[in-house]
């Protein structure tokens, strides 16, 4: 196998992105190394935490196991794309009101599988957004206040 | 003045930077020249060291440094150590040397341009290992034939005792039940592994990122075995995924990093990967109970004893005789039981070392007393809880002497009412929900199980804390602990009552953990400690700030304003403070679980799960329900999933996420948070007592008495953890005999 460095070019969070990577490349060490977007993390590197969700052309995926160059030409997704600490998004709002993170280690992977879910508010019952994030290990919250935050993100705050 | 802060679930200050990416995590640090360190494990789990060449790792290009025991000999000495360690003869050396004892235990360091090629480079280094016969448990380390791990060294390496009573007239219980329980080795897991940063400083000096628990004393403990003075060794605060009692020990990485960059003098980063941290990061749990009980007919506790194994690991780590004292203690619980004893024996084995986690030596004693307690009623034919409920201490018993000690200190619970706790679980699932749970189980064609666990714990470790808190530009309330947020929430917490204190708003304060250099002295982050400990040191200092400013400006001025006459008149307004307490507190409560078990495939699902609390004074309701339900979470893992396993030759077959299971979504339910605040604690002034471990402690018992529950009459004792589905559906009397 060739280490030679292949040129890649792709949208992240709507800016164009050019780069010459080495075919093993991560796509997670790509946007954490070479575009310093340190947002995404790192908790296992073998596909099962879910704490490198991102989005690549809509679809949430685990960027541990995916190969920089396998996403030239797809627009990706990461969680500085959602908002800033002076702006945050509505889903990071119901975040902090639904107590939905601890150590925030989990949690942007977290906010990625949410904002894939879209804005179905059929989805929006305990079981369906457990199930979407059945594969986001959380180690803090013990997943409650998380569910509560997506459900009312997407919409529909029944308080049960 | 406006409404006191404490007691108000506050949004936290720490969401914003969290949910936006803008954490930073010891892995987000990029400095300029920054290598990248890799460590060579040993493959075998006991082994004399031959050699460990690292001249092929060193002839690659991008490799700037390679090191083994040989090439540090100045250094090979055992690793640093919070606690007095008895014998220095059972601790880990800083690299494997003369032996190695578990697979995983460092060899060498490899220092390269990038992570890629410090991997390249361990790759490169095959160490000579002549292996050893492998001791592959606690009960084969006490075989006569085992050798032992240590030259000239029993395996047992400590041995605890705790004994209260008169044992003559033991005759007098009706019924006596006695069996063999075991709780597996399983860890705390944080999503974020561990990792260090270290950068050498013009003057010979270091900065060092990703240390957490302990700042201080880590910050001496690395100063003092590399030959710096302390104030040479600086210590940069970071976000950290998490903890739960892992982090923070003396790890070797701990002297390994920052030695690499002064050898290299460059700044290096170490990240651990997933498989190191489960193969080197602290194990614990493994304990192994046998519980003898007895009482009267009508329900009255006679007298409890037990032995309890604790498989150690290969060295004798810190916190070892930690988990020892509370296991032996704390198997007592929230009762009054006229006749206790208990012997907590340490013995090593070819695993990986231990230490605390959430609950240490705490959840294996709740699982065992409240297991055996199960039985003790059946076996009365009196229900589960009415046989709590007799036993169990209430509001005048306080403050309890227990009779035993820890640490050659007394145990007296503070303040408390766990058969009012208790009762509050019982309404909370209550019989005609019971039934109507059990109907649905049942169409199903399921079984419904219904587990209780009363238990109680120390928190609030002392000794001390020391808080400062400071006005400084522009008009801000600063507040300094030597405490480090692992995602508990501190900063928001601490900002609550060091408003309240000084008497100003929430968006005044702001407080800044984990620097040693920020305030004078420091304890740390462990034992449910630092909302108690730390809490009120701020509590004391934020009341002599208000004190001094009031006398400058009775009017209520800016702080901006008060700043600046403060500067006028030479007054200063930093105050540091220590709060001292000898004693732990003791928060208590109830867990109840209610589940759902498949009785032909032994998969349980929690259908509830309750705990009731009480942990004094709340400062944040919200914080503390979440690190509860969390808590709980644990403990679920730890019942139904979680297990760190070796196989009969030494090898540790959980190596990943794959195979160490850690509980999804789907596999908590909403976690139900009763607090109570019967009783606020009498140790210190604001009352509080710690919360962050009370969701896990009794988790273990809960779902294994709901588990047995379900499967009566005829399925397993659940005497042992993990309640894995072949165990389950075992119809073997005796948890030692279900399959491994």
Known sequence: MTMEPVRISLTVNGNRAHAEVEPRRTLADFLREELRLTGTHLGCEHGVCGACTVLVDGDAVRSCLMFAVQADGADVTTVEALGTPDRLASLQKAFVEAGGLQCGFCTPGILMTALAMGHDPDRATDSEIRDAIAANLCRCTGYSSVVRAIRTALGQDSGV | ?740
């Open chain 2, 1 to 740: 003045m406006s409404e006191p802060l404490i007691g108000r679930s506050i949004p936290r200050s720490e969401d914003r930077r969290l949910l936006t990416g803008n954490g930073r995590f010891v892995a987000d640090i990029r400095l300029p020249d920054m290598l990248h360190m890799a460590v060579v494990r040993s493959a075998l789990p006991h082994a004399l060291v031959r050699a460990v060449d690292t001249a092929p790792a060193r002839a690659l290009s991008g490799v700037v440094d390679a090191f083994s025991a040989t090439d540090i000999p100045e250094y090979l000495r055992p690793l640093p150590s919070q606690r007095p360690i008895a014998d220095d003869g059972l601790r880990q050396l800083l690299l494997g040397s003369d032996r190695v004892r578990y697979v995983g235990e460092p060899l060498a360091v490899t220092v390269a341009e990038t992570r890629h090629r410090a991997e390249d480079a361990v790759a490169a280094i095959f160490p000579d290992l002549e292996p050893l016969p492998v001791i592959a448990d606690a009960a084969s380390a006490q075989d006569a034939s085992a050798g032992g791990l240590f030259e000239d060294q029993s395996n047992v390496v400590l041995e605890v005792v705790k004994d209260v009573g008169d044992w003559t007239g033991i005759d007098d219980a009706d019924v006596i039940v006695e069996d063999t329980l075991r709780v597996q080795r399983h860890t705390s897991a944080p999503l974020e592994t561990r990792g260090l940063v270290a950068r050498p400083d013009g003057d010979g000096g270091l900065t060092i990122w990703g240390i957490a628990k302990m700042p201080h004393s880590l910050r001496g403990g690395i100063a003092s075995f590399l030959g710096l003075p302390a104030e040479k060794v600086r210590v940069q605060p970071v976000d950290v995924g998490g903890g739960f009692g892992v982090r923070g020990e003396f790890y070797p990485e701990e002297i390994l990093v920052p030695l690499a960059a002064l050898r290299t003098r460059h700044p290096v980063s170490w990240i651990e990967d997933r498989r190191e941290h489960l193969l080197g990061t602290n194990h614990s749990r493994e304990i192994t109970w046998m519980v003898r009980a007895g009482a009267h007919r009508d329900g009255r506790l006679s007298f409890l004893e037990a032995t309890a194994e604790i498989d150690v690991g290969a060295y004798l780590r810190p916190l070892v005789p930690v988990i020892a004292e509370q296991a032996s203690t704390n198997l007592m619980g929230p009762y009054r039981i006229p006749r206790y004893r208990c012997r907590a024996v340490c013995v090593l084995s070819n695993k990986m070392g231990i230490g605390t986690v959430r609950g240490p030596g705490r959840f294996e004693a709740t699982f065992a007393r409240e297991r055996i307690f199960d039985l003790l009623a059946d076996r009365i034919g009196m229900d589960p809880a009415e046989f709590r409920d007799w036993n169990l201490l209430e509001a005048s018993d306080y403050p309890y002497r227990t009779g035993v000690q820890a640490f050659g200190r007394d145990i007296t619970y503070d303040s408390g009412n766990p058969r009012a706790a208790l009762r509050a679980a019982v309404e909370a699932v209550d019989t005609s929900e019971i039934e109507r749970l059990d109907a649905e189980a049942r169409a199903r064609g399921k079984r419904l199980g219904y587990g209780i666990a009363p238990f109680i714990e120390s928190t609030g470790a002392g000794l001390f804390e020391m808080a400062r808190v400071a006005v400084e530009p522009p008009g801000t309330v600063v507040v300094r602990t030597g405490t480090t947020s692992m995602g508990q929430g501190h900063e928001t917490t601490l900002a609550q009552i060091a408003a309240d204190a000084v008497g100003v708003s929430f968006d005044d304060v702001k407080v800044m953990e984990g620097d040693p250099d920020g305030v004078p002295t420091g304890v740390g982050t462990f034992g449910s400690r630092t909302t108690v400990m730390a809490g009120n040191a701020v509590w004391l200092a934020g009341r002599q700030l208000r004190e001094r400013l009031y006398t400058l400006d009775p009017g209520g001025q800016p702080l901006a304003t008060i700043l600046q006459e403060a500067r006028k008149r030479g007054v200063s307004l930093d105050v540091s403070q220590e709060f001292r307490s000898e004693d732990p507190t003791y928060a208590y409560g109830t867990h109840v679980a209610v589940v759902e078990v498949d009785p032909e495939l032994g998969t349980a699902r929690l259908v509830r799960y309750v705990v009731v609390a009480d942990v004094g004074r709340v400062v944040n309701p919200a914080i503390v329900t979440g690190q509860i339900q969390g808590g709980a979470a644990q403990g679920i893992g730890g019942a139904l999933l979680e297990e760190l396993a070796y196989s009969e030759d030494g090898q540790l077959l959980t190596s990943s996420f794959m195979d160490y299971l850690l509980p999804t979504a789907m596999d908590i339910p909403d976690i139900e948070v009763v607090l109570l605040n019967l009783a606020p604690s009498p140790r210190n002034p604001l009352g509080i007592k710690g919360a962050g471990e009370v969701g896990t402690v009794a988790a273990g018992a809960a779902v294994a008495n709901a588990v047995a529950d379900a499967m009566k009459p005829n399925g397993g004792a659940m005497l042992s953890l993990p309640l894995k589905p072949d165990r389950v559906v075992s119809t073997s009397s005796g948890g030692h005999s279900a399959s491994p």
